[in-house]
């Protein structure tokens, strides 16, 4: 355990310390993707927690940035009928398990709690489906976010980008130094979360809406699309021989040791900073990437509560309680890199990015510019996003032009809407419009005379084939 690891797990105990369990109140298995260092750090602060609660953590982690590979994992538990007590999880992916009838109900807790009030509705949008809280939200990180190395920019007389051109300006003084300019990892939901802040930094907030939001095939295959791709390639000049397959967090390391200028990543990589010693404003910088100053494209992390048997039960409230109190939002989130997912919770704990973070995300949910990060699953749903990522993970490693990444984005979108939303099987009713339940499942049926046009696309003919039968589909309109 390094100094801050140990200074955190320190502080946390003191500021819980108070509460003294009545009773051990059972076991929590929880499945997450938090393996970094700083992820660790901050998952130690809600261990510690709840183990002054008497409830024991039974840790299940599943390494990979960005959750994919512990959604693949959750898929067999649950399958296998054995679900973990909670699952960190990411937007739409809480409302499809929610919609399978799969997550607790935490109303009670909740109403006791007043959730209803303290929760931004962006969030709420996520923790409760059909009014019902069915997730405890943990934290808000957002996507638009630039990590710079302080002494490199010092030395180059460098200062903080605002623009597009003043970033390409700043990147080539730092190439033209011998450092490498962008230190990226090359995995597709790491270009994707750049693909956030670039399409925001190209288009502004209405043109974010439409095309990662509303999914309207004319912003999506429009000259401003075109250009959010020439910028990926742009930056794609910018990275290493060796990105291919980096985890985020090695990226990160690459800023913390000064052998890179910038990493673009949600602002976990903050945790990664301060768990290696390092000081914002000292040692690095924070800022937006340039263009998308004014606007937050957020993930939150929430912990979906699954339904479990009655003897695990007590554990798990327990456990979505402790991660809604004030006091845990602070000690978690500071050391998260996130902010909190209260709106009551002071900033005075918080770094100066943490403050940057806190007065960014107030002002851009006052003034409309706060919306779901596509790359984080807060924009669209899983196979929707899939779409984007194999068309931005293919441009960026030069697959596609920009002009035909744009013609296939628009294909691939249609493609997963087509099989997101399609006609019902007869046996739920000739002329409805159905949405597949288990979309990991692989389609056989769907006619071609359904398909429409997107099934020329390289996406569509890849994704998923679900069999026709009733059960694999919920009724979503008459
Ligand atoms: C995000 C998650 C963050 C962080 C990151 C990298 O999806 O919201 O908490 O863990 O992945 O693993």
């Not at 069915?134 to 605002?162: R, Y």
């Not at 742009?234 to 040791?257: K, P």
């Not at 100066?352 to 790359?375: H, I, N, R, V, Y």
């Amino acid at each position: 355990m390094n100094k801050r690891t140990l200074l955190a797990a320190v502080s946390t105990a003191a500021l819980f310390a108070s509460y003294v369990p009545a009773h051990a109140a059972g076991e929590v298995e929880v499945l997450h993707w938090w393996t970094s260092g700083g992820e660790a750090a901050a998952l130690n602060v809600l261990k510690d927690d709840l183990e002054t609660k008497g409830v024991t953590w039974q840790d299940m982690p599943i390494a990979g940035g960005g959750g994919e590979q512990a959604m693949t994992v959750l898929r067999a538990r649950v399958t296998s009928g054995n679900p973990p007590v909670a699952v960190q999880m990411l937007g739409f992916d809480i409302l499809d398990w929610a919609a399978e009838g799969a997550l607790a109900n935490l109303n009670e807790v909740a109403a006791r709690e007043n959730w209803d009030e303290v929760v931004p509705a962006a969030l709420q949008s996520f923790s409760k489906y059909e009014d019902t809280w069915i997730a405890a939200p943990v934290n808000v990180h957002s996507t638009n976010w630039v990590w710079a190395n302080k002494k490199i920019f010092d030395e180059l007389g460098l200062s903080e980008p605002t623009t597009w051109d003043e970033l390409v300006a700043a990147l080539d003084k730092i190439k033209d130094a011998g450092y490498i300019p962008l230190a990226h990892g090359g995995q597709a939901w790491q270009e994707a979360t750049i693909f956030d802040g670039i399409v925001m930094g190209a288009g502004g907030p209405d043109f974010y809406q439409r095309a990662l939001i509303d999914l309207d095939p004319e912003a999506l295959g429009s000259e401003t699309m075109k250009i959010a791709f020439d910028r990926m390639a742009t930056l794609r000049s910018y990275v290493d021989d060796n990105f291919s397959g980096r985890d985020w967090n090695l990226a990160s390391s690459m800023v913390i040791e000064g052998q890179a200028g910038m990493q673009m990543m949600g602002d976990w990589a903050k945790g990664e900073f301060l768990n290696a010693g390092k000081q914002p404003g000292e040692d690095f910088l924070c800022f937006r990437i340039p263009g998308s100053q004014g606007t937050v494209t957020f993930n939150a992390d929430q912990f979906a509560m699954f339904s479990v048997s009655e003897d695990r039960r007590e554990a798990q409230i327990e456990m979505a309680s402790s991660i809604m109190s004030p006091a845990f939002q602070t000690a978690f989130n500071v050391v998260k890199g996130s902010v909190p997912a209260r709106m009551d919770v002071p900033d005075t704990a918080f770094d100066a990015c943490g403050k940057k973070g806190m007065a960014d995300l107030a002002a851009a949910s006052e003034s409309g510019t706060l919306f779901g990060s596509l790359a984080h699953g807060h924009a669209a749903a899983a196979s929707v996003k899939n779409a984007f990522y194999d068309v931005i993970t293919a441009h960026f490693n030069g697959e596609f032009s920009s002009e035909e990444a744009v013609e296939e984005l628009v294909n691939a979108v249609a493609g997963a809407l087509l099989l997101e939303y399609v006609r019902c099987p007869g046996a739920l009713g000739a002329g409805t419009t159905c949405r597949r339940k288990n979309r990991r499942q692989r389609w056989q049926q769907l006619p071609k005379s359904d398909r429409g046009p997107a099934y020329r696309s390289r996406a569509f003919r890849s994704a998923y084939r679900v069999p026709c039968h009733a059960s694999f589909w919920h009724r979503v309109s008459s």
